[in-house]
């Protein structure tokens, strides 16, 4: 079993930046693809940017430019830098991990996932 859990949350004004970081614990290895997800009000959860098993790493259209994910392994810690932030990028922002090396975008295919932080820009 895998444990997730996310930091890095809050309030900022728009243009503003923000860094999330994704604590793993557990039964986690250097062969799960890693994501970050996010969900507004009344909005289906996306995906916002992802990191396969190789370092390859992929941006929904949205974010790209703007946001960075990286990991470090030796920290079993994901992070997302997110700049120029708008009011579009409020939601609830989720890590997930998934048993697999590919890249992917769709939260169905992630099997853990943590409780998520709030990123409120107004």
């Known amino acids: 079993h895998v444990q997730l859990v996310e930091s890095g949350g809050g309030l900022v004004q728009p243009g503003g930046s923000l860094r999330l970081s994704c604590a793993a614990s557990?039964?986690?290895?250097?062969?799960?693809?890693m994501g970050w997800f996010r969900q507004a009000p009344g909005k289906e959860r996306e995906g916002v940017a992802v990191i396969d098993s190789d370092g390859t790493t992929t941006y929904a259209d949205s974010v790209k430019g703007r946001f960075t994910i990286s990991q470090d392994n030796a920290k079993n810690t994901l992070y997302l830098q997110m700049v120029s932030l708008t009011p579009e990028d409020t939601a609830m922002y989720y890590c997930a991990a998934g048993r697999f090396t590919f890249w992917s975008l769709i939260p169905d295919d992630y099997n853990y996932w943590g409780q998520g932080t709030q990123v409120t820009v107004s």
């Open positions: 557990g039964d986690i290895n250097t062969r799960y693809s």
